[in-house]
């Protein structure tokens, strides 16, 4: 078999393979770019099928070929001539001949046969069955809903209740899956993040572990984060989620005083009820279907009521364990779902109020506290830049890189608590803010050394002289 540039690609030749869909496969670029354009040709269909929407077809094909575009999580669709607008797009099979081909209208005849009356085997909107490894088509039995819906009586309100739930888990799930980008952004992690060494580590042999499953999605045991407040651990599972799951993690703060039906739903019947933390972090979001891989956050996990008359503390056993995830029942909804793709982060200050039982749930990880060095010259120019992205900053009027002098002062304002930097650079903003008088632009950030070197030359992105460029 062909050594495919990417797993998506090796994934689509063995669909294309399994279908008995005749493609040649090209991994150079096939027409005049810079780019390459890996792509598969379909000879017997006058078709071409790309990894990418820079598509340009080579110079051999003909006015009529048609050309189509797949992602990575499997689904497809086709463009115009002259490499247009994505439109719809599906896999067809021919009732007469049984032959498999790619469309871009649902009256597209048979390439083989020439029957004009074939069927949709598989929606581009919906992606292609399997192409995760044939895992479970859906989070929930269809058959069960029946019987819920079947169970309540009618004219209160509570079948709607159960269907609204029911659309946000239907269709087949997607995936969250290892991408080039993704495998980038871990890296970037390692550097932001000099004291998540060991989880890191643990992460990436999980990440290995995938290209041994039929199914490639990122799927790791439970992590217990345990350090002291300030280490960093909340941020690093904020970004850890983001960054595998397309999308912010679902956070549930424990320490609020969190309630089992928090959780795992109320029953439909109380006047406020609604559906559980878990199943909610698997919703799609009405344009996509759900999610079955997403990551949710357990916050202060060392601090979950273990009495009361809502233990959250049972909750635990069940969904931290993939064998009784995968039927898990929320209170509200009340249908079976598959909720063992989910996974879980946890932080804590400290091990002592965590049951054992519990505890051996996850894979536990102890994280030190930043040096000074490590604060100073790591932790802070990174949070900088997302402070930067976050706040909307001008980066005309703000360094491109923090001095060692300014930040040695957020520093001394926050010391080495992450959760106080945010406050730092406020403080600091107040301290070098003003208005350059030669320019009337309000700047901040630079030292005073940078201020008499001329501070343009600090800011955003470095100036071009205006003096020639003289080679000695």
Not at 390 to 396: A, K, L, P, V
Request: aromatic share 10%; proline share 5%; net charge neutral.
């Amino acid at each position: 078999m062909e050594k495919y540039q990417t797993e998506a690609q090796r994934r689509m030749a063995q669909f294309l393979l399994a279908a008995g869909i005749e493609y040649i496969y090209v991994p150079e670029k096939v027409g005049p770019t810079t780019k390459k354009a890996p792509c598969f040709s379909l000879p017997a269909q006058n078709s071409y099928i790309y990894e990418t929407a820079d598509i340009v077809l080579p110079k051999t094909a003909s006015a009529e070929a048609k050309r189509f575009c797949f992602s990575v999580d499997g689904k497809f669709a086709s463009f115009g001539e002259g490499g247009g607008e994505r439109g719809w797009a599906a896999v067809l099979r021919c009732p007469a001949c049984r032959a498999m081909f790619l469309a871009s209208s649902a009256a597209d005849a048979c390439p083989k046969c020439g029957e004009e009356k074939c069927g949709v085997y598989a929606l581009g909107s919906d992606g292609i069955p399997g192409w995760f490894g044939g895992q479970g088509d859906v989070l929930f039995d269809e058959e069960d809903l029946r019987k819920k819906i079947a169970s309540v009586p009618n004219g209160d309100g509570l079948v709607d209740k159960i269907q609204s739930v029911a659309r946000l888990l239907s269709g087949r799930p997607r995936e969250a899956v290892l991408t080039s980008e993704k495998a980038k952004e871990f890296g970037k992690l390692s550097r932001s993040y000099p004291n998540m060494g060991e989880v890191l580590r643990y992460f990436r042999a999980s990440l290995v572990r995938t290209k041994l499953r039929k199914s490639k999605a990122i799927s790791f045991r439970p992590i217990l984060l345990v350090g002291s407040p300030g280490c960093g651990k909340s941020s690093f599972a904020r970004e850890l989620g983001r960054i595998v799951s397309d999308r912010d993690p679902l956070r549930v703060d424990l320490g609020n005083d969190v309630a089992s039906f928090t959780l795992t739903g109320s029953d439909m019947s109380w006047r406020k009820s609604k559906c559980g933390l878990v199943l909610q972090s698997m919703f799609g979001d009405g344009k996509e279907g759900p999610l079955r891989n997403p990551v949710v956050i357990l916050d202060e996990m060392d601090k979950i009521p273990l009495n009361g008359t809502h233990e959250v503390e049972g909750v635990f056993y069940s969904i931290l364990e993939r064998e009784t995830a995968s039927h898990f029942r929320d209170n509200y909804f009340d249908v079976p779902v598959d909720a063992s793709g989910i996974n879980y982060i946890a932080t804590a200050n400290s091990t002592a109020n965590i049951p054992t039982a519990i505890l051996s749930r996850f894979q536990v990880f102890e994280i030190r506290d930043y040096s000074e060095r490590e604060f100073i010259d790591t932790v802070i120019p990174n949070f900088y830049e997302r402070w930067i992205d976050f706040e909307r900053i001008d980066r005309d009027a703000v360094p491109q890189k923090l001095s060692e002098s300014i930040r040695k002062m957020v520093f001394s304002i926050c010391g080495t608590d992450t959760r106080k930097i945010s406050s730092a650079f406020d403080r600091v903003l107040e301290r070098t803010g003003k208005t350059d008088k030669a320019t009337g632009k309000f700047i901040a950030f630079f030292s005073e050394e940078e201020i008499r070197n001329g501070w343009r030359n600090f800011a955003g992105k470095p100036h071009l002289p205006t003096e020639p460029f003289i080679i000695q």
